[in-house]
Protein backbone atom coordinates (compact mmCIF):
# COMPACT_ATOMS: atom_id res chain seq x y z
CA UNK A 1 0.00 0.00 0.00
CA UNK A 2 1.82 3.22 -1.13
CA UNK A 3 2.24 5.42 1.93
CA UNK A 4 -0.65 8.01 2.73
CA UNK A 5 0.92 10.75 4.82
CA UNK A 6 -2.86 12.06 5.97
CA UNK A 7 -3.69 8.38 7.27
CA UNK A 8 -2.52 9.64 10.94
CA UNK A 9 -3.84 6.43 12.53
CA UNK A 10 -1.21 3.97 10.43
CA UNK A 11 1.57 6.24 10.70
CA UNK A 12 0.85 7.04 14.47
CA UNK A 13 2.16 3.69 15.22
CA UNK A 14 5.84 2.62 15.13
CA UNK A 15 7.21 -0.09 12.98
CA UNK A 16 10.53 -0.82 10.97
CA UNK A 17 9.66 -1.92 8.03
CA UNK A 18 10.42 1.39 6.21
CA UNK A 19 10.90 0.90 2.78
CA UNK A 20 13.60 3.35 0.53
CA UNK A 21 10.28 4.45 -1.54
CA UNK A 22 8.41 5.10 1.74
CA UNK A 23 10.97 7.14 3.48
CA UNK A 24 11.63 8.91 0.20
CA UNK A 25 8.10 9.76 0.04
CA UNK A 26 8.03 11.25 3.76
CA UNK A 27 11.32 13.11 3.28
CA UNK A 28 10.43 14.61 -0.23
CA UNK A 29 6.88 14.98 0.39
CA UNK A 30 5.11 18.82 -0.29
CA UNK A 31 6.61 20.88 2.95
CA UNK A 32 2.80 21.63 3.73
CA UNK A 33 1.75 17.47 3.88
CA UNK A 34 5.36 17.11 5.74
CA UNK A 35 4.41 19.40 8.51
CA UNK A 36 0.67 18.47 9.20
CA UNK A 37 1.53 14.85 9.18
CA UNK A 38 4.29 14.99 11.51
CA UNK A 39 2.24 17.50 13.92
CA UNK A 40 -0.70 15.17 13.93
CA UNK A 41 1.36 12.59 14.70
CA UNK A 42 3.58 14.40 17.06
CA UNK A 43 0.51 14.87 19.16
CA UNK A 44 -0.98 11.09 19.25
CA UNK A 45 1.99 10.56 20.57
CA UNK A 46 3.26 13.69 22.68
CA UNK A 47 2.30 16.78 24.88
CA UNK A 48 2.78 19.00 21.75
CA UNK A 49 3.24 22.32 23.75
CA UNK A 50 5.77 20.07 25.86
CA UNK A 51 9.67 20.88 25.34
CA UNK A 52 11.94 18.48 27.53
CA UNK A 53 15.78 20.21 28.52
CA UNK A 54 18.73 18.25 28.82
CA UNK A 55 22.40 19.84 29.70
CA UNK A 56 25.64 18.98 27.90
CA UNK A 57 28.81 18.47 29.88
CA UNK A 58 31.93 17.65 28.29
CA UNK A 59 33.74 15.33 31.32
CA UNK A 60 36.86 14.71 29.06
CA UNK A 61 37.72 17.41 26.14
CA UNK A 62 39.79 17.58 23.02
CA UNK A 63 43.10 14.66 22.16
CA UNK A 64 40.61 12.16 20.47
CA UNK A 65 41.89 9.27 18.75
CA UNK A 66 38.97 9.16 15.82
CA UNK A 67 39.25 11.77 12.95
CA UNK A 68 35.46 12.74 12.80
CA UNK A 69 35.24 15.48 10.42
CA UNK A 70 32.82 17.66 11.66
CA UNK A 71 34.39 17.69 15.26
CA UNK A 72 36.73 19.90 17.17
CA UNK A 73 38.06 17.34 19.81
CA UNK A 74 39.83 14.79 17.30
CA UNK A 75 43.62 14.95 17.65
CA UNK A 76 43.43 14.99 13.79
CA UNK A 77 42.21 18.35 13.13
CA UNK A 78 44.25 22.02 14.51
CA UNK A 79 40.98 23.35 16.20
CA UNK A 80 42.42 24.64 19.06
CA UNK A 81 40.50 22.92 21.65
CA UNK A 82 42.71 22.02 24.42
CA UNK A 83 43.11 18.70 25.19
CA UNK A 84 42.15 17.90 28.89
CA UNK A 85 41.86 15.21 31.59
CA UNK A 86 38.38 13.34 32.57
CA UNK A 87 36.99 16.12 34.93
CA UNK A 88 36.87 15.14 39.17
CA UNK A 89 33.29 14.41 40.60
CA UNK A 90 32.93 17.26 42.84
CA UNK A 91 33.59 19.35 39.45
CA UNK A 92 31.11 17.46 37.71
CA UNK A 93 28.37 17.25 40.80
CA UNK A 94 28.40 21.20 40.88
CA UNK A 95 27.83 21.63 36.66
CA UNK A 96 24.93 18.99 37.14
CA UNK A 97 23.21 20.90 40.03
CA UNK A 98 23.44 24.13 38.24
CA UNK A 99 21.74 22.38 35.46
CA UNK A 100 19.09 20.92 37.57
CA UNK A 101 18.90 24.38 38.71
CA UNK A 102 18.07 25.68 35.58
CA UNK A 103 15.29 23.39 34.86
CA UNK A 104 17.36 20.58 32.76
CA UNK A 105 15.96 17.12 33.53
CA UNK A 106 18.32 14.92 32.01
CA UNK A 107 21.78 15.47 32.58
CA UNK A 108 24.10 14.39 29.42
CA UNK A 109 28.43 13.41 30.13
CA UNK A 110 30.53 13.77 26.92
CA UNK A 111 34.00 12.21 26.59
CA UNK A 112 35.84 12.67 23.81
CA UNK A 113 36.92 8.69 23.44
CA UNK A 114 37.19 6.13 20.47
CA UNK A 115 36.29 3.81 23.60
CA UNK A 116 35.31 3.58 27.56
CA UNK A 117 38.92 2.12 28.88
CA UNK A 118 38.67 -0.56 31.86
CA UNK A 119 40.92 2.08 33.92
CA UNK A 120 38.25 4.72 33.35
CA UNK A 121 35.07 3.15 34.29
CA UNK A 122 35.53 3.75 37.74
CA UNK A 123 35.03 6.81 37.54
CA UNK A 124 32.43 7.50 34.81
CA UNK A 125 30.20 4.99 37.18
CA UNK A 126 31.01 6.89 40.61
CA UNK A 127 29.70 10.43 38.07
CA UNK A 128 26.69 8.45 36.77
CA UNK A 129 25.66 7.48 40.44
CA UNK A 130 26.11 10.64 41.67
CA UNK A 131 23.98 12.76 39.04
CA UNK A 132 21.52 10.09 39.69
CA UNK A 133 21.04 10.82 43.23
CA UNK A 134 20.16 14.71 42.40
CA UNK A 135 17.13 12.98 40.88
CA UNK A 136 18.25 13.52 37.32
CA UNK A 137 18.02 11.43 34.13
CA UNK A 138 21.42 10.18 33.56
CA UNK A 139 23.16 9.85 29.73
CA UNK A 140 26.64 9.33 28.82
CA UNK A 141 28.43 9.02 25.01
CA UNK A 142 32.03 8.10 25.80
CA UNK A 143 32.56 6.19 22.34
CA UNK A 144 32.51 2.28 21.43
CA UNK A 145 31.85 -0.14 24.50
CA UNK A 146 33.08 -3.52 24.74
CA UNK A 147 31.16 -6.73 26.03
CA UNK A 148 30.16 -6.19 29.78
CA UNK A 149 30.58 -2.31 29.79
CA UNK A 150 26.96 -1.40 28.81
CA UNK A 151 25.96 -3.97 32.27
CA UNK A 152 28.77 -2.05 34.17
CA UNK A 153 27.20 1.40 33.02
CA UNK A 154 23.47 0.24 33.94
CA UNK A 155 24.02 -1.07 37.46
CA UNK A 156 25.58 2.93 37.91
CA UNK A 157 22.33 3.63 37.35
CA UNK A 158 22.80 4.74 33.73
CA UNK A 159 19.19 6.06 31.83
CA UNK A 160 20.51 6.68 28.11
CA UNK A 161 23.48 6.01 26.08
CA UNK A 162 24.47 8.09 23.30
CA UNK A 163 25.80 7.10 20.03
CA UNK A 164 25.30 8.65 16.60
CA UNK A 165 25.39 7.06 13.77
CA UNK A 166 25.77 10.51 11.82
CA UNK A 167 24.97 10.42 8.23
CA UNK A 168 23.76 7.23 5.82
CA UNK A 169 25.43 3.92 5.33
CA UNK A 170 27.50 5.06 1.91
CA UNK A 171 28.30 8.36 2.88
CA UNK A 172 29.92 7.40 6.50
CA UNK A 173 33.39 7.15 5.41
CA UNK A 174 33.67 10.52 3.55
CA UNK A 175 33.45 11.88 7.12
CA UNK A 176 35.13 8.94 9.57
CA UNK A 177 37.81 7.19 8.31
CA UNK A 178 38.88 5.84 11.74
CA UNK A 179 35.70 3.23 12.79
CA UNK A 180 32.93 1.71 10.66
CA UNK A 181 29.60 2.21 10.54
CA UNK A 182 29.17 -1.67 12.11
CA UNK A 183 31.11 -0.74 15.02
CA UNK A 184 28.52 1.96 15.73
CA UNK A 185 25.59 -0.54 15.29
CA UNK A 186 27.56 -3.21 17.31
CA UNK A 187 28.14 -0.80 20.66
CA UNK A 188 24.24 0.31 19.90
CA UNK A 189 23.43 -3.06 20.19
CA UNK A 190 25.21 -4.08 23.30
CA UNK A 191 23.30 -0.99 24.90
CA UNK A 192 20.22 -2.47 23.64
CA UNK A 193 20.65 -5.44 25.37
CA UNK A 194 21.96 -4.15 28.74
CA UNK A 195 18.23 -2.53 28.75
CA UNK A 196 19.55 0.99 28.77
CA UNK A 197 17.71 3.61 26.62
CA UNK A 198 19.48 4.14 23.05
CA UNK A 199 19.95 8.18 22.10
CA UNK A 200 21.21 7.56 18.33
CA UNK A 201 20.64 10.31 16.00
CA UNK A 202 22.65 12.34 12.90
CA UNK A 203 23.69 15.43 11.59
CA UNK A 204 22.76 17.25 8.99
CA UNK A 205 24.73 19.58 6.93
CA UNK A 206 27.94 17.61 6.52
CA UNK A 207 27.71 18.33 2.30
CA UNK A 208 25.38 15.29 1.92
CA UNK A 209 22.82 14.34 -0.40
CA UNK A 210 18.99 13.83 0.19
CA UNK A 211 19.71 10.68 -0.55
CA UNK A 212 21.82 10.00 2.50
CA UNK A 213 19.62 11.89 4.98
CA UNK A 214 16.74 9.61 3.70
CA UNK A 215 19.25 6.84 3.99
CA UNK A 216 20.34 7.55 7.36
CA UNK A 217 16.41 8.05 8.41
CA UNK A 218 16.03 4.48 6.98
CA UNK A 219 18.86 3.18 9.27
CA UNK A 220 17.25 4.85 12.70
CA UNK A 221 13.50 3.82 12.12
CA UNK A 222 14.47 0.04 10.96
CA UNK A 223 16.21 -0.30 14.23
CA UNK A 224 13.87 -2.59 15.97
CA UNK A 225 13.20 -1.09 18.73
CA UNK A 226 13.00 2.42 17.51
CA UNK A 227 16.33 4.64 19.26
CA UNK A 228 13.87 6.63 22.25
CA UNK A 229 15.70 9.77 22.04
CA UNK A 230 16.71 11.08 18.17
CA UNK A 231 18.93 13.94 18.46
CA UNK A 232 19.24 15.52 15.21
CA UNK A 233 22.29 17.95 15.10
CA UNK A 234 22.82 20.82 12.40
CA UNK A 235 26.26 21.26 11.83
CA UNK A 236 28.36 23.33 13.54
CA UNK A 237 31.15 24.29 11.49
CA UNK A 238 34.23 24.51 13.55
CA UNK A 239 37.63 26.03 11.82
CA UNK A 240 40.23 23.59 11.48
CA UNK A 241 38.08 20.97 10.65
CA UNK A 242 37.92 19.79 7.29
CA UNK A 243 33.81 20.62 7.35
CA UNK A 244 34.63 24.08 8.58
CA UNK A 245 33.44 25.20 5.35
CA UNK A 246 31.03 23.27 4.60
CA UNK A 247 27.79 24.45 2.14
CA UNK A 248 25.44 26.04 4.25
CA UNK A 249 22.47 24.26 5.14
CA UNK A 250 19.44 25.86 3.63
CA UNK A 251 16.70 25.45 7.08
CA UNK A 252 13.53 24.07 5.24
CA UNK A 253 15.50 20.95 4.56
CA UNK A 254 16.53 20.68 8.29
CA UNK A 255 13.10 21.00 9.28
CA UNK A 256 12.20 18.03 6.91
CA UNK A 257 14.88 16.12 8.18
CA UNK A 258 13.43 16.70 11.81
CA UNK A 259 9.37 15.99 10.21
CA UNK A 260 10.64 12.92 8.63
CA UNK A 261 12.46 11.54 11.84
CA UNK A 262 9.40 12.14 13.62
CA UNK A 263 7.09 10.39 11.15
CA UNK A 264 9.30 7.68 10.88
CA UNK A 265 9.87 7.47 14.81
CA UNK A 266 6.47 8.31 15.98
CA UNK A 267 6.75 7.25 19.74
CA UNK A 268 10.46 8.12 19.77
CA UNK A 269 11.80 12.00 21.55
CA UNK A 270 12.96 13.75 18.34
CA UNK A 271 16.10 16.36 19.79
CA UNK A 272 16.55 19.89 18.27
CA UNK A 273 20.36 19.48 19.09
CA UNK A 274 23.29 20.98 18.38
CA UNK A 275 22.93 23.92 15.90
CA UNK A 276 20.41 26.29 17.18
CA UNK A 277 22.94 29.18 18.09
CA UNK A 278 22.75 29.95 14.42
CA UNK A 279 18.73 29.53 14.48
CA UNK A 280 16.04 32.19 14.66
CA UNK A 281 13.29 32.22 16.71
CA UNK A 282 11.42 31.51 13.63
CA UNK A 283 13.11 28.09 12.44
CA UNK A 284 13.53 26.59 16.08
CA UNK A 285 10.00 27.19 15.93
CA UNK A 286 9.08 25.00 12.77
CA UNK A 287 11.13 22.80 14.50
CA UNK A 288 9.03 22.11 17.45
CA UNK A 289 6.35 22.15 14.98
CA UNK A 290 7.60 19.37 13.07
CA UNK A 291 7.46 17.32 16.03
CA UNK A 292 10.96 18.37 18.46
CA UNK A 293 10.25 17.75 21.63
CA UNK A 294 13.41 18.06 23.07
CA UNK A 295 16.59 20.45 23.13
CA UNK A 296 20.01 21.16 24.80
CA UNK A 297 20.28 23.57 27.23
CA UNK A 298 22.98 25.79 28.90
CA UNK A 299 25.43 28.13 27.39
CA UNK A 300 27.71 25.65 26.00
CA UNK A 301 26.92 22.38 24.13
CA UNK A 302 30.12 20.05 24.88
CA UNK A 303 32.70 23.00 23.04
CA UNK A 304 30.96 24.54 21.05
CA UNK A 305 28.16 27.65 22.13
CA UNK A 306 24.28 27.17 23.04
CA UNK A 307 21.76 30.35 22.60
CA UNK A 308 22.05 31.70 26.44
CA UNK A 309 19.25 30.74 28.74
CA UNK A 310 17.41 34.40 28.74
CA UNK A 311 17.05 33.80 25.15
CA UNK A 312 15.64 30.46 25.37
CA UNK A 313 13.22 31.35 28.40
CA UNK A 314 11.92 34.14 25.89
CA UNK A 315 11.40 32.13 23.07
CA UNK A 316 9.19 29.16 25.44
CA UNK A 317 7.02 32.26 26.60
CA UNK A 318 6.51 33.49 22.94
CA UNK A 319 6.00 30.12 21.89
CA UNK A 320 3.99 29.15 25.03
CA UNK A 321 6.07 25.73 25.68
CA UNK A 322 6.11 24.55 28.50
CA UNK A 323 9.58 22.41 30.39
CA UNK A 324 8.39 18.31 29.92
CA UNK A 325 8.88 16.63 33.00
N1 LIG B 1 33.12 10.49 21.35
C1 LIG B 1 31.77 10.13 21.46
C2 LIG B 1 31.15 9.74 20.16
O1 LIG B 1 31.61 10.16 19.11
O2 LIG B 1 30.19 8.99 20.19
C3 LIG B 1 30.90 11.17 22.10
C4 LIG B 1 31.00 12.63 21.81
S1 LIG B 1 30.55 13.18 20.18
C5 LIG B 1 31.01 14.87 20.32
C6 LIG B 1 28.77 13.13 20.12
C7 LIG B 1 28.08 13.59 18.88
O3 LIG B 1 28.10 15.00 18.77
C8 LIG B 1 28.64 13.13 17.54
O4 LIG B 1 28.28 11.83 17.22
C9 LIG B 1 28.01 14.12 16.57
O5 LIG B 1 26.79 13.64 16.11
C10 LIG B 1 27.79 15.37 17.45
N2 LIG B 1 28.69 16.47 17.03
C11 LIG B 1 30.01 16.57 17.28
N3 LIG B 1 30.52 17.69 16.72
C12 LIG B 1 29.50 18.31 16.09
C13 LIG B 1 29.40 19.51 15.30
N4 LIG B 1 30.45 20.27 15.06
N5 LIG B 1 28.18 19.84 14.82
C14 LIG B 1 27.11 19.06 15.06
N6 LIG B 1 27.15 17.93 15.77
C15 LIG B 1 28.33 17.54 16.28
C1 LIG C 1 24.37 14.77 20.14
O1 LIG C 1 23.80 14.17 19.21
N1 LIG C 1 24.65 16.06 20.15
C2 LIG C 1 25.37 16.43 21.34
C3 LIG C 1 25.33 15.11 22.16
N2 LIG C 1 24.78 14.19 21.25
C4 LIG C 1 26.54 14.61 22.80
C5 LIG C 1 26.72 16.98 21.07
C6 LIG C 1 26.72 18.18 20.18
C7 LIG C 1 28.12 18.66 20.05
C8 LIG C 1 28.23 19.90 19.25
C9 LIG C 1 29.64 20.32 19.04
C10 LIG C 1 30.38 20.72 20.27
O2 LIG C 1 29.84 21.46 21.12
O3 LIG C 1 31.55 20.34 20.38
FE1 LIG D 1 36.03 11.75 19.08
FE2 LIG D 1 33.38 11.70 19.34
FE3 LIG D 1 34.63 13.86 18.31
FE4 LIG D 1 34.53 11.64 16.89
S1 LIG D 1 32.76 12.88 17.55
S2 LIG D 1 36.35 12.91 17.20
S3 LIG D 1 34.68 10.09 18.47
S4 LIG D 1 34.79 13.09 20.37
Known amino acids: MPLDLLDIDRLAAPRSDWTRAEAEAVYRAPFNDLI ?22 SIKTGGCAEDCGYCSQSAFHKTGVKASKLMPLDA ?3 AAERAKAGGATRFCMGAAWRDLKPRDEKAVCDMIEGVKSLGMETCVTLG ?19 HNLDTSREYYQSVITTRTYE ?77 AARLMMPRSTVRLSAGREGMSRELQALCFLAGAGSIFVGEELLTTPNPDVSADTNMFGALGLTAAE
Open 92 to 94: VME
Open 36 to 57: FSAQSVHRRNHDANAVQKSQLL
Open 183 to 259: DRIDTLAKVREAGISVCCGGIIGMGESEDDRIGLLMELANLDPHPESVPVNHLVPVGGTPLAHAEPLDGVDFVRAIA
Open 144 to 162: MLKDGQAQTLKDAGLDYYN
